[in-house]
């Protein structure tokens, strides 16, 4: 289901920055893509290619990784799109403005996308799932608590298994988020179930 925490203010999307998040494999390349075609700039370097797991794109720009230390990237990006995993959030700062598109997916889905890549990638995790599945549930508790305090945040939740199902009525709610100013009818051909192949229930 998708659900708008509205804050005290409306933020202008020219002079916000754009952020999709969400834990790893929870559908975030997807709605890169969704709003890319929906008339968003996206900020991308394509170094990481794209492959089985992500064969229309992984959408990642290099430069999050270093936002601990480094964040004068973060300028160039008003008005525009990046893609940061969720545990990076944190590290935004508080001085700017920001529009969250926060990507939620069924946990024994992400666990079993996050396990086929390593197994692809020839790695070892490193833990057993309920150790994994832990730490997420912790981490997503603690990063909402967060969000939901911080006033220059807007934010949108978008459940991938929901958009998957019933692209239709979720895009026109994204749209929405976006004072429907996106083309909805080319966000809608983005959504590809083929490419859901981790399903539980």
Sequence with gaps: MVSVLKKIFKQNNNNCIIIVSGL?????????????????????????????DNPKGYYEFEKVKEIEND????????????????MLLFELPEKRKYKIVFMERNMDEILASQK??????????????????????????????WLQERKNFEILY?????????????????????DNRLNADEMLKVVDRSLYRQRKG
């Design 24 to 52: 790893p494999r929870s559908g975030t390349s997807m709605m890169m893509q969704i709003l890319e075609r929906g008339g968003l700039e996206i900020v991308t370097d394509n170094i990481r290619q794209a492959d089985k």
């Design 71 to 86: 964040t004068s990237w973060l300028s160039r990006c008003r008005g525009k799109v990046v893609k940061m995993v969720s």
């Design 116 to 145: 086929k890549m390593l197994e692809r990638l020839n790695r070892e995790d490193g833990e057993d799932d309920p150790v994994i599945r832990n730490g997420y549930e912790i981490h997503l508790k603690k990063i909402k608590n």
């Design 158 to 178: 978008v459940s991938y298994n929901d958009i998957i199902k019933d692209p239709q009525s979720h895009i026109i709610e994204l749209n929405k988020f976006f």
